[in-house]
C-alpha cells in the first residue's frame, strides 16, 4: 500500500467515523469503506495514536478523537467570521425568537459553520459541519444572488435541480427569478422549499472585499416565520448581517 493510498483510506475512515452521532464498530466502518477488517484495523490504530480517532474498549465503539477538533476549530479560526459572529446571533434569537445559522458555500453546496438555537421545543436544527443544498435553502441563495450570473451557471453545472416540495425552485429559470428577487430585496427565502412546515430567512456577510463569505439565517416553523412576520423577521437578519459586516471590517458594494 503506498503512503498515499493510506492516507486517502485514513481520511475516508475519518468521513465516516465523522458522519456518525454514536461512533461505529471496526465491521461497521470496514463495510462503509470496502476495506478488509484487517486493513481498517491498522489505519484506525494508527489514527489513534495520534489523537484523531478514540476507541471505547467497553463496546469496541470507534469515534473522532479531539485532535479532529482542533484541526477542525483552526479552519474557524481562520475564518473570523465565524467567532466574531456568535454574539450577534444570540441577540438575533433573542429579538427573533428562531435558530440562527451561519453557512458558507462550497463549491455546489453549503456547509453549516455556526448555529445558536432557539429555546422554542420545536426548532431547526442543523449539525455543525452538516451540507445543505445550495438552491432550496435561504442561506444558499443568498450566497449565490451575490456572484455574477455566469459564475453562478458553472456553480449548478452537473447540479441536478430535483424538487423537495412543490415550492422547489426546481429549475434554473425559476431559481434566477429567485435570485434576483433576492438581490433586489436584500434577504433569500426558503419558503417551505427544503422541507415542508419549515422556512427561512438569510443575508449574507461580506468581507473587505465586498464579497460575501457567508450568510447569516433564521430558521423555523412556518406557523411562527409566517409570512406577516417576514418583513419584521427580514430587517433583524438585514440589520444582524450588516452588524457582523462591519465587526470583520467587511462592506457590501453598492
Same mark, same amino acid.
Given at each position: 500500500m503506498t503512503s498515499v493510498q493510506s492516507l486517502s483510506r485514513a481520511f475516508a475512515l475519518l468521513e465516516q467515523l465523522g458522519a456518525s452521532d454514536l461512533g461505529l464498530t471496526l465491521t461497521d466502518v470496514s463495510a462503509r469503506v470496502g476495506l478488509a477488517p484487517s486493513t481498517v484495523h491498522r489505519l484506525l490504530n494508527s489514527l489513534k495514536? $495520534? +489523537?484523531? =480517532?478514540?476507541c471505547d474498549n467497553d463496546t469496541n465503539i470507534w469515534s473522532v478523537g479531539v485532535q479532529c477538533f482542533a484541526v477542525g476549530n483552526a479552519f474557524?479560526?481562520?475564518?473570523?467570521?465565524?467567532v466574531r459572529a456568535r454574539p450577534f446571533m444570540k441577540e438575533l434569537v &433573542? #429579538?427573533?425568537g428562531e435558530t440562527a445559522n451561519l453557512? !458558507?458555500?462550497?463549491?455546489?453546496?453549503v456547509v453549516y459553520v455556526g448555529q445558536v438555537e432557539s429555546k422554542e421545543v420545536m426548532? $431547526? &436544527? =442543523? #449539525? !455543525? +459541519?452538516s451540507r445543505g443544498t445550495i438552491y432550496a435553502t435561504g442561506v444558499g441563495k443568498s450566497l449565490l444572488s451575490a456572484l455574477p450570473e455566469k459564475e453562478v451557471h458553472a456553480i449548478l453545472k452537473g447540479v441536478k435541480l430535483k424538487p423537495f416540495t412543490r415550492r422547489t425552485c426546481a429549475t434554473k &429559470? &425559476?431559481?434566477f427569478q429567485a435570485l434576483e428577487i433576492t438581490q433586489s430585496r436584500g434577504y433569500a427565502l426558503d419558503d417551505e422549499e427544503q422541507s415542508e412546515g419549515l422556512r427561512c430567512i438569510a443575508s449574507n456577510i461580506y468581507d473587505h472585499y465586498g464579497e460575501a463569505v457567508a450568510a447569516l439565517s433564521i430558521s423555523g416553523p412556518a406557523v411562527r416565520v409566517t409570512r406577516e412576520r417576514l418583513p419584521e423577521l427580514s430587517a433583524y437578519i438585514i440589520e444582524s448581517a450588516g452588524k457582523i459586516t462591519r465587526a470583520i471590517g467587511g462592506r457590501q458594494l453598492t
Amino acid at each position: 500500500m503506498t503512503s498515499v493510498q493510506s492516507l486517502s483510506r485514513a481520511f475516508a475512515l475519518l468521513e465516516q467515523l465523522g458522519a456518525s452521532d454514536l461512533g461505529l464498530t471496526l465491521t461497521d466502518v470496514s463495510a462503509r469503506v470496502g476495506l478488509a477488517p484487517s486493513t481498517v484495523h491498522r489505519l484506525l490504530n494508527s489514527l489513534k495514536d $495520534m +489523537g484523531y =480517532v478514540e476507541c471505547d474498549n467497553d463496546t469496541n465503539i470507534w469515534s473522532v478523537g479531539v485532535q479532529c477538533f482542533a484541526v477542525g476549530n483552526a479552519f474557524l479560526r481562520k475564518r473570523d467570521f465565524a467567532v466574531r459572529a456568535r454574539p450577534f446571533m444570540k441577540e438575533l434569537v &433573542a #429579538q427573533t425568537g428562531e435558530t440562527a445559522n451561519l453557512a !458558507i458555500r462550497d463549491k455546489s453546496e453549503v456547509v453549516y459553520v455556526g448555529q445558536v438555537e432557539s429555546k422554542e421545543v420545536m426548532r $431547526m &436544527a =442543523v #449539525q !455543525i +459541519g452538516s451540507r445543505g443544498t445550495i438552491y432550496a435553502t435561504g442561506v444558499g441563495k443568498s450566497l449565490l444572488s451575490a456572484l455574477p450570473e455566469k459564475e453562478v451557471h458553472a456553480i449548478l453545472k452537473g447540479v441536478k435541480l430535483k424538487p423537495f416540495t412543490r415550492r422547489t425552485c426546481a429549475t434554473k &429559470a &425559476a431559481l434566477f427569478q429567485a435570485l434576483e428577487i433576492t438581490q433586489s430585496r436584500g434577504y433569500a427565502l426558503d419558503d417551505e422549499e427544503q422541507s415542508e412546515g419549515l422556512r427561512c430567512i438569510a443575508s449574507n456577510i461580506y468581507d473587505h472585499y465586498g464579497e460575501a463569505v457567508a450568510a447569516l439565517s433564521i430558521s423555523g416553523p412556518a406557523v411562527r416565520v409566517t409570512r406577516e412576520r417576514l418583513p419584521e423577521l427580514s430587517a433583524y437578519i438585514i440589520e444582524s448581517a450588516g452588524k457582523i459586516t462591519r465587526a470583520i471590517g467587511g462592506r457590501q458594494l453598492t
